[in-house]
Nanobody
Framework: QVQLVESGGGLAQAGGSLRLSCAAS????????MGWFRQAPTKEREFVSA????????YYADSVKGRFTISRDSAKNTVYLQMNSLKPEDTAVYYC????????????????WGKGTLVTVSS
């Protein structure tokens, strides 16, 4: 079992920044990949970014590449998503998820999910 708790969401203006955190517990943190996904109202959950257990491999959706940065701190069992140059279209509930087998970018491949944190970007 892996427990995930997101934090850091809130209201930001377009062009601003937020940093999301996801605290993990329950298994050896470096043994699984982590991902961030988001879901806007009336839309399906979509991939945002992912990072391998070692932190050496990262992936980004085209829509956030160059603006968002994923990282992980094994000492704190936490994954971060630094979001810069925010746009109104980034408004969504952001979820972190754990992939016990790899670095999943498909929501169907992720094994554990947090409850999400809301990010709202005003224009």
């Amino acid at each position: 079992q892996v427990q995930l708790v997101e934090s850091g969401g809130g209201l930001a203006q377009a062009g601003g920044s937020l940093r999301l955190s996801c605290a993990a517990s329950g298994r050896t943190f470096s043994s699984y990949g982590m991902g961030w996904f988001r879901q806007a109202p009336t839309k399906e959950r979509e991939f945002v970014s992912a990072i391998s257990g070692t932190g050496r491999i990262t992936y980004y959706a085209d829509s956030v590449k160059g603006r968002f940065t994923i990282s992980r701190d094994s000492a704190k069992n936490t994954v971060y998503l630094q979001m810069n140059s925010l746009k109104p279209e980034d408004t969504a509930v952001y979820y972190c998820a754990a992939d016990l087998l790899g670095v999943g970018t498909d929501p169907n491949d992720l094994d554990y999910w947090g409850k999400g944190t809301l990010v709202t970007v005003s224009s």
